[in-house]
């Protein structure tokens, strides 16, 4: 699968890394080609970088895994959009996002001729990304969104990075919803001091 990310930090550089270790073929976007954050993820044979717009145009599916603050100005630097799939993977914080937004998610809509936009990958830290692995077992990932197409795309992908599942929530109504679970997390995580070393997995009987 072609696939191009926007934001080449802790997450985005994670799942590039598992990504391109199952054979996908990964093009990194970036403003500054000589300067950029997860340069050494270029290591990799299936990982290049190019301008934002130029990694959109050969992709299948945007992954955005930048600041929610910059996810207006990121959606408006993508070029066309029509047609591509879109995993959202950030989160507004503390009211820290897109002005006049509840999620990152709708903003992406508003601002990009894309329909197929999905929410994954958000409601857990990027160290659970980079290792799912809990002794014998893994996490489970998340994904929401009105798009058959898109969820159908990160639900494959969230096996490829180790996931041992990744359950359907719901369309683009429960977009709060998934970040409300990611503030769960860091709740936990930060705020009542369990630390990042923890996660979320859906048990049934």
């Keep these: 699968m072609n696939i191009a990310i926007i934001g080449t930090g802790n997450v985005g550089g994670a799942l590039a890394t598992k990504w391109a270790a199952k054979g996908h073929t990964i093009s990194l976007g970036v403003r500054d080609l000589q300067n950029f954050k997860g340069k050494a993820l270029l290591k990799h044979s299936n990982i290049t970088a190019m301008p934002i717009a130029e990694a959109v145009a050969k992709s299948a599916v945007i992954l955005i895994a930048t ?5 207006v100005e990121v959606a408006r630097s993508l070029g066309n959009t029509q047609g591509k799939i879109i995993i959202d993977t950030m989160n507004i914080v503390m009211g820290r996002g897109p002005k006049g937004f509840s999620n990152t998610s709708a903003a992406l809509l508003a601002n990009t001729a894309a329909t197929d936009v999905v929410k994954c990958f958000n409601t857990t830290g990027y160290n659970n990304i980079k290792d799912p692995r809990y002794g014998g077992t ?3 990932a998340f994904v929401a969104g009105d798009s058959k197409e898109g969820k159908e795309a990160a639900i494959s992908l969230a096996g490829d990075a180790g996931f041992a599942a990744c ?3 719901g369309g683009n ?3 709060d919803l998934m970040e ?3 503030f769960f997390w860091i709740n936990l995580a930060m705020m009542q001091g ?3 070393e923890i996660g979320f ?4 009987r």
């Design 67 to 71: 600041p929610a603050t910059a996810a």
């Design 138 to 140: 893994a996490l489970d």
């Design 167 to 169: 359950y359907d929530i």
């Design 173 to 175: 109504d429960k977009f």
């Design 180 to 182: 409300q679970f990611a």
């Design 194 to 196: 369990h630390g990042r």
């Design 201 to 204: 997995k859906l048990l049934k």
